[in-house]
């Protein structure tokens, strides 16, 4: 079965500093990963994804992720982090050959001026 | 850019009444998928519908629950009598491929409140 687990549940940076947000996956098979941004009140929206093309995907809004596979992890970063970022991030899994994706529980960013 | 539009946006329903939540999938798009986020929880997988059918479901989606696609542009969830637990966020979603192709597309999302 597919599952992602996602470190903190709360991450709060400096405006201008490092964004990192993790999450490791549990997948039997190389699977498709994916991170989605939730600002309030609002709905999902695709940031990047992994489809095994290369292991270091760049998304919209300067984030990037690397996959990972000796470590099953796909963490989620931006080199300078920005007020504007502040919003709920999920991660998710989807294997190759199903339709549905797996999300994992969120990680909430609070950027502090 | 093409968007999947639902409808409402914030709905609230009494207890035991039936309720139906609409979404306007993109339309060139093949598969149709129902999500829910209880608050402060993450989101879960509902159904997909493919070809006019279910084509996968979890053990949520109990039959308290269906989905319908009554024309060519709607695709429908309706919960039959609602429980104060079917509380949460609801997002429609549609892919002109599976999952692992490029235009997974969610909306928005309806807020369902059973008081």
């Known amino acids: 079965a597919q599952s992602v687990t996602q470190l903190g549940s709360h991450v709060s940076v400096s405006e201008g500093a490092l964004v990192l947000l993790r999450c490791n996956y549990s997948s039997s098979v190389p699977p498709y990963l994916f991170w989605y941004v939730q600002y309030p009140n609002q709905g999902l929206q695709l940031l990047l994804k992994y489809t095994s093309a290369a292991t270091l995907v760049k998304g919209i809004n300067g984030f990037e992720a690397e996959f990972k596979k000796s470590e099953t992890s796909f963490h989620l970063t931006k080199p300078s982090a920005h007020m504007s970022d502040a919003a709920e991030y999920f991660c998710a899994v989807s294997d190759r050959s199903g339709n549905q994706f797996y999300f994992g529980t969120g990680t909430s960013l609070t950027v502090i001026p | 850019e093409p968007e999947v539009t639902q409808t409402p946006s914030h709905q609230v329903t009494q207890m035991g009444q039936e309720v139906i939540l609409r979404c306007v999938p993109i339309s060139n798009h093949l598969y149709f998928y129902w999500y829910r986020q209880i608050l402060g929880q993450k989101v879960e997988f509902l159904v997909s519908f493919y070809n006019n059918e279910i084509s996968e479901k979890s053990e949520i989606f109990d039959d308290q629950f269906s989905v319908e696609r009554p024309d060519g542009s709607n695709f429908t969830l309706k919960i039959r009598s609602t429980k104060l637990e079917d509380s949460a966020m609801y997002f429609c979603?549609?892919?002109?491929?599976?999952?692992?192709?490029?235009?997974?597309?969610f909306g928005s999302g309806t807020r369902l409140t059973v008081v």
């Open positions: 979603a549609s892919s002109p491929l599976q999952a692992s192709g490029p235009g997974y597309t």
